[in-house]
């Protein structure tokens, strides 16, 4: 069993900036990916950054350019946001899941960030 702790969320002024960390408990296993994922209220959930465990990083492209996901070895995956938007505002999930059939599919609870003057 894998859980998922996201903090770092908060307020902050347009073009501000904000570090959301998400530490993993337990191990995880073979190929996988974590994942930003956001929801503002009355839109569906997307993903905004990923890490896969191969190295590849991909980014939506609303903030590429601005958003950095960086994972170390202790499958912490932080986020970075820079050049922050009022239409950043969201709840931002951290996600884990596998590429190799096993099914596994873990969330963090979420944490909100306002951008906002």
């Known amino acids: 069993q894998v859980q998922l702790a996201e903090s770092g969320g908060g307020l902050v002024q347009p073009g501000g900036s904000l570090r959301l960390s998400c530490a993993a408990s337990?191990?995880?296993?073979?190929?996988?990916?974590m994942s930003w994922h956001r929801q503002a209220p009355g839109k569906q959930r997307e993903v905004v950054a990923s890490?896969?465990?191969?190295?590849?990083k991909t980014y939506a492209d609303s903030v590429k350019g601005r958003f950095t996901i960086s994972r170390d070895y202790e499958n912490t995956v932080d986020l970075q946001m820079n050049r922050l938007k009022p239409e950043d505002s969201a709840v931002y999930y951290c996600n884990v899941r596998d590429l190799t059939g096993k099914g596994y599919d873990y969330w963090g609870q979420g944490t909100q960030v306002t951008v906002s003057s």
């Open positions: 337990g191990t995880i296993f073979g190929r996988n990916v």
């Open positions: 890490a896969f465990s191969g190295g590849v």
